[in-house]
């Protein structure tokens, strides 16, 4: 006898109706390409995978992005749209063993004239010898292989299967097309939320969707769980669920910031945890960083500001500064969040410690200057490359001085154009190793001056110099 007793007829449909509903992100998958929300670079009209969809002439693919951006959805809709048989295959529930089945029963359908489109979710978790397995079958046309992946596939997708697929790149859903979804959720009576009296106001629902971070699924578990967690009230409609601040921050396990991605209180922070920086204080900067990552900011958008930071505000007084926010960006491309944001703050602590200097964004800004309100001068003839006979008759590379033959290593040729020689854009301040860097630039213009003066002393009449 098992652990559960067999149930009759009749305690089978009483089972049936008693079943618990499919998650609400699941229920409200798009039934067609026309309910799609976003990715309309892939699916507008004249798109290559709309014409493949409506011609249904599906080839291998790959869909590549973040999670609850669409993969599964299309794979379905093109189930759908498609007269193949769709097979779906899941990289963390399917071994060799099943791998070879299935691509057998392919194999045979192919002989009976009938194609099957093989969709695997997660494909990135197949070790290499499981992706070989799939190779020979999609060479000879057995199987139209679609896979789904979060990860780089020129990393995680053997290049043999790589160069046979063609990838597509899914994008994060932003906060319009988030609030669409919520929206149609709360109408759809059959597939949605629609049968119940629910009361949210814009700005929650908007909270909502910045929390998701273009992420579907997280929306519609978010706007389920908040509805399960409030408790009906009377009202003249009769019972009403109130979506209310405080259920939404229990539902979302933290407290729901004032932030608008695309509003002042998004430059207001950034702002902030700029001007902190700068200041070098290290807790206000970790306090910005945290409201802004905590309240649904990018994390990449945070990222670029602080590799600019490092850049503008601390520059050549610690060459180390930029390589690490380089770092922290690749670090949160790789893991995601929240893991990322430990490496933001890593490069924020650095950041706010270090020397600081805007020599460099200083010098950048002049040399600009010089190049809106001077003409663009052509390069010197001295400093361009003679590959040909005929560049070399016109003067190309005449006069160059080749640096390492010089007793000095540097020769006083000048470098810019006419006009401006003798301009200094670069002036380092004597902050962390740009003390070293005004030492040594002081030195090559010495040096620069004893060349000049020696060229010079060459050029007088009876010199000896002169006369070799």
Same mark, same amino acid.
């Given at each position: 006898?098992?652990?559960?007793?067999?149930?009759?007829?009749?305690?089978?449909?009483?089972?049936?109706?008693?079943?618990?509903?499919?998650?609400?992100?699941?229920?409200?998958?798009?039934?067609?390409?026309?309910?799609?929300?976003?990715?309309?670079?892939?699916?507008?009209?004249?798109?290559?995978?709309?014409?493949?969809?409506?011609?249904?002439?599906?080839?291998?693919?790959?869909?590549?992005?973040?999670?609850?951006?669409?993969?599964?959805?299309?794979?379905?809709?093109? &189930?759908?749209?498609?007269?193949?048989?769709?097979?779906?295959?899941?990289?963390?529930?399917?071994?060799?063993?099943?791998?070879?089945?299935?691509?057998?029963?392919?194999?045979?359908?192919?002989?009976?004239?009938?194609?099957?489109?093989?969709?695997?979710?997660?494909?990135?978790?197949?070790?290499?010898?499981?992706?070989?397995?799939?190779?020979?079958?999609?060479?000879?046309?057995?199987?139209?292989?679609?896979?789904?992946?979060?990860?780089?596939?020129?990393?995680?997708?053997?290049? &043999?299967?790589?160069?046979?697929?063609?990838?597509?790149?899914?994008?994060?859903?932003?906060?319009?097309?988030?609030?669409?979804?919520?929206?149609?959720?709360?109408?759809?009576?059959?597939?949605?939320?629609?049968?119940?009296?629910?009361?949210?106001?814009?700005?929650?629902?908007?909270?909502?969707?910045?929390?998701?971070?273009?992420?579907?699924?997280?929306?519609?578990?978010?706007?389920?769980?908040?509805?399960?967690?409030?408790?009906?009230?009377?009202?003249?409609?009769?019972?009403?669920?109130?979506?209310?601040?405080?259920?939404?921050? &229990?539902?979302?396990?933290?407290?729901?910031?004032?932030?608008?991605?695309?509003?002042?209180?998004?430059?207001?922070?950034?702002?902030?945890?700029?001007?902190?920086?700068?200041?070098?204080?290290?807790?206000?900067?970790?306090?910005?960083?945290?409201?802004?990552?905590?309240?649904?900011?990018?994390?990449?958008?945070?990222?670029?500001?602080?590799?600019?930071?490092?850049? #503008?505000?601390?520059?050549?007084?610690?060459?180390?500064?930029?390589?690490?926010?380089?770092?922290?960006?690749?670090?949160?491309?790789?893991?995601?969040?929240?893991?990322?944001?430990?490496?933001?703050? #890593?490069?924020?602590?650095?950041?706010?410690?270090?020397?600081?200097?805007?020599?460099?964004?200083?010098?950048?800004?002049?040399?600009?200057?010089?190049?809106?309100?001077?003409?663009?001068?052509?390069?010197?003839?001295?400093?361009?490359?003679?590959?040909?006979?005929?560049?070399?008759?016109?003067?190309?590379?005449?006069?160059?001085?080749?640096?390492?033959?010089?007793?000095?290593?540097?020769?006083?040729?000048?470098?810019?154009?006419?006009?401006?020689?003798?301009?200094?854009?670069?002036?380092?301040?004597?902050?962390?190793? #740009?003390?070293?860097?005004?030492?040594?630039?002081? #030195?090559?213009?010495?040096?620069?001056?004893?060349?000049?003066?020696?060229?010079?002393?060459?050029?007088?009449?009876?010199?000896?110099?002169?006369?070799?």
């Amino acid at each position: 006898m098992g652990l559960f007793p067999s149930l009759g007829p009749e305690e089978l449909e009483q089972s049936e109706k008693a079943k618990l509903p499919s998650p609400l992100a699941d229920r409200m998958r798009p039934q067609g390409i026309e309910e799609v929300v976003g990715q309309q670079h892939l699916l507008a009209q004249g798109k290559p995978l709309r014409t493949q969809l409506e011609r249904d002439e599906i080839s291998s693919l790959i869909f590549w992005g973040p999670p609850g951006v669409g993969k599964t959805t299309l794979a379905r809709v093109i &189930a759908q749209k498609t007269k193949s048989t769709f097979v779906t295959f899941s990289a963390v529930l399917s071994g060799m063993k099943e791998i070879k089945a299935v691509m057998a029963d392919a194999a045979r359908a192919r002989r009976l004239g009938r194609s099957t489109i093989l969709f695997i979710d997660e494909i990135h978790r197949f070790n290499k010898a499981q992706q070989d397995a799939f190779l020979p079958y999609v060479e000879k046309g057995d199987v139209v292989l679609i896979g789904a992946t979060t990860e780089n596939p020129s990393f995680e997708v053997i290049a &043999a299967l790589l160069s046979r697929s063609r990838v597509y790149r899914l994008h994060p859903l932003d906060e319009d097309q988030i609030m669409l979804l919520l929206h149609r959720a709360l109408k759809d009576r059959e597939h949605g939320l629609g049968s119940q009296n629910i009361e949210v106001t814009e700005s929650l629902l908007h909270q909502m969707a910045v929390f998701a971070g273009g992420d579907a699924r997280v929306a519609f578990n978010v706007l389920e769980a908040v509805v399960r967690g409030t408790e009906p009230e009377e009202s003249p409609e009769g019972k009403k669920i109130r979506i209310t601040p405080a259920v939404l921050e &229990a539902a979302l396990e933290r407290k729901t910031l004032l932030y608008d991605k695309a509003g002042e209180e998004h430059y207001n922070l950034i702002s902030a945890l700029h001007k902190s920086l700068r200041n070098s204080d290290p807790d206000a900067a970790l306090y910005w960083l945290a409201r802004m990552l905590e309240a649904g900011e990018d994390p990449l958008y945070v990222a670029r500001r602080i590799v600019r930071f490092a850049s #503008e505000d601390v520059g050549l007084a610690d060459p180390q500064a930029l390589p690490l926010a380089i770092a922290a960006m690749q670090a949160v491309h790789f893991v995601g969040m929240p893991e990322g944001s430990l490496a933001l703050a #890593e490069a924020a602590i650095y950041l706010a410690l270090a020397p600081k200097s805007n020599s460099l964004y200083a010098a950048y800004g002049a040399a600009q200057k010089d190049l809106e309100t001077t003409t663009a001068q052509p390069v010197p003839l001295h400093l361009r490359n003679a590959p040909t006979r005929l560049m070399k008759d016109e003067g190309y590379g005449a006069g160059y001085e080749y640096a390492h033959n010089l007793e000095e290593k540097i020769s006083a040729m000048p470098c810019l154009p006419p006009g401006l020689e003798g301009r200094q854009y670069y002036q380092p301040t004597g902050e962390g190793l #740009e003390q070293e860097f005004r030492k040594r630039l002081e #030195e090559i213009r010495q040096r620069k001056l004893r060349a000049s003066r020696k060229e010079t002393a060459s050029r007088q009449p009876g010199s000896r110099l002169t006369k070799e």
